[in-house]
């Protein structure tokens, strides 16, 4: 009889609705990756590229005795949730291409000052630009920030969550601004800082 009320206290939890939520941890080490993979040293990059890429960051699992495993998915089919990102497409691939291409012509202007990462993360101008730059930077600045948002909406529809795109986006954010360089400038609620 005990058996029988074991298994039914089960059969009633397991019968529950599952929210897929959004996995935090997953997304902070993907944003390191790309940013670190766009902000890499040539010499850093082409060992990068030489490994075969990476599809899936997994996160960990729970692990629970087999016989109960075997015997609630027996009764009721188990469904899948979000455990891991997954960053491998085309899309994503191009996009991080086109920024880490970009970051090259970029690096000078965030060593200079002249622009710098706003808390929602992207760039924008900061210092006055000098005149003869200015056309060039304003280019740059709007090229790398519809990437990035584009980035943020591929990574979404790639795990089949388009409405992710905020979560993502807030997380690229804040690790934007960890990943920044020693001098390299960024915003706060309380103006802007240097790194």
């Not at 970029?106 to 929602?120: C, E, H, V, W």
């Not at 056309?135 to 529809?157: D, S």
């Not at 089949?160 to 804040?174: D, M, Q, R, S, V």
Request: aromatic share 8%.
């Amino acid at each position: 009889m005990k058996i029988f009320s074991i298994m039914g206290a089960l059969i009633l939890t397991a019968c529950v609705t599952i929210n897929i939520y959004f996995p935090a941890a997953a997304a902070e080490h993907v944003a390191d990756e790309i940013i670190q993979g766009i902000q890499a040293e040539e010499a850093i990059l082409e060992q990068q590229e030489s490994l075969p890429p990476q599809s899936k960051i997994d996160t960990p699992s729970l692990a629970i005795e087999p016989w109960v495993e075997h015997v609630l998915n027996w009764l009721i089919p188990p469904a899948q949730a979000a455990a891991d990102l997954s960053v491998n497409t085309p899309e994503i691939r191009q996009l991080r291409a086109a920024m880490r291409q970009r970051f090259s012509v970029l690096k000078p202007f965030y060593a200079q000052g002249l622009i710098g990462t706003r808390s929602d993360g992207l760039l924008t101008g900061r210092d006055p630009i000098p005149l003869k730059d200015r056309n060039k930077v304003n280019q740059l600045i709007a090229a790398e920030n519809a990437n990035r948002q584009q980035l943020y909406q591929a990574i979404a529809n790639a795990n089949g969550h388009p409405e992710w795109f905020n979560n993502i986006k807030l997380t690229f954010a804040k690790r934007w601004i960890s990943n920044a360089k020693s001098g390299w400038w960024y915003q706060t609620s309380n103006g802007w800082k240097q790194k």
